[in-house]
């Protein structure tokens, strides 16, 4: 077995198609295809099925995904653990973040990371939360930061603060009277984000809690396209924090408070089955330096900070 089947191995179950893997990695599919043949005949079973909508990897091939990804990080870590034992932090580290959190923190951050440890490259990826603790899980990303509803065993964690959820809408339909309670909210047109999701999560919850179903009118995968439905006015959305979208936007209404209090917790997650690197250890304290300085300079309405870094 070579590094390479490996490689070819997992951009292929992450791509979903030989031809996907084929065209992204740049390697012609029949080379692809002969690659998980030889893989396959040294491990002595079968790794990937394939059915009408691609491949998937089988029950074998799923621990060995999970596997591969591991080594293959470590692979890519090795010379900046190396180079860090005499010096400076040095090396690649994987960095995911929530779209929210992505929307004012990620590009400032990675720009002071940068001049904070400039022998360190942030591979930087966005995602909802949910899959970013998928991504940690096995591997594919060294840290995240991320909203959490309930701490989930098997991560590591630093939380730095929890932020209230409140309703926003385009000023068009959005009159605050700075709180709304659960009721008010379920009867308005609203754009959600697709389940699964940490805040949907939340939302149903509570929704379901009370006995009843709200008015979702569109949803999204995405931050910015969540907000650009907003902004359209076809209804109103519900944030973890107050600040990246609204306050001082001509075209959205006054934030309002969700009434009794709903709270998401901010934190930078790491697997707890495996220690950080030195420059991943490094990230997650420049990361948790950044955001409980940025909350501190920044009023921001429902916010609390739990002073850990």
């Not at 899959?131 to 959490?148: C, G, M, N, P, V």
């Not at 076809?234 to 209404?253: C, N, Q, S």
């Not at 408070?257 to 997650?284: G, K, Q, Y």
Request: charge should be neutral; hydrophobic fraction near 45%.
């Amino acid at each position: 077995m070579q590094l390479r089947h490996l490689r070819y191995f997992v951009k292929i179950v992450e791509a979903g198609s030989f031809s996907r893997a084929a065209a992204t990695i740049h390697v012609a599919q029949p080379a692809l295809s002969q690659q998980i043949a030889e893989l396959e005949e040294e491990l002595g079973v079968p790794v990937l099925q394939r059915h009408a909508r691609g491949i998937s990897p089988t029950p074998a091939g799923e621990v060995l995904y999970r596997e591969a990804v591991v080594i293959l990080r470590r692979i890519e870590q090795l010379p900046g653990i190396v180079r860090s034992t005499g010096g400076e932090p040095d090396g690649v580290v994987a960095l995911g973040m929530s779209s929210t959190l992505a929307a004012t923190v990620g590009g400032p951050f990675i720009q002071t990371c940068r001049e904070r440890l400039p022998k360190v490259m942030v591979k930087f990826h966005i995602s909802d939360s949910e899959t970013l603790k998928r991504e940690i899980s096995t591997h594919a990303l060294d840290l995240a930061l991320l909203f959490e509803d309930q701490f989930a065993a098997g991560y590591s964690r630093a939380p730095l603060f929890r932020q209230r959820l409140y309703y926003i809408g385009d000023k068009r339909i959005s009159r605050s009277t700075g709180t709304i309670s659960m009721e008010k909210l379920a009867k308005l047109p609203l754009v959600l984000p697709t389940a699964p999701n940490i805040l949907r999560s939340v939302l149903d919850r509570e929704f379901a809690g009370i006995g009843v179903s709200p008015n979702i009118v569109s949803e999204g995968d995405q931050l910015s396209s969540i907000m650009s439905l907003v902004r359209q006015g076809l209804g109103g959305t519900v944030l973890p924090r107050g600040f990246e979208h609204g306050e001082g936007a001509a075209d959205l209404g006054v934030p309002s408070l969700i009434e009794p209090p709903l709270f998401l917790t901010a934190s930078v997650m790491w697997s707890s089955d495996t220690a950080l690197s030195r420059a991943a250890e490094a990230v997650r304290l420049a990361l948790a330096d950044y955001v409980i300085a940025l909350t501190r300079e920044h009023v921001y309405p429902g916010l609390e900070l739990l002073g850990q870094s």
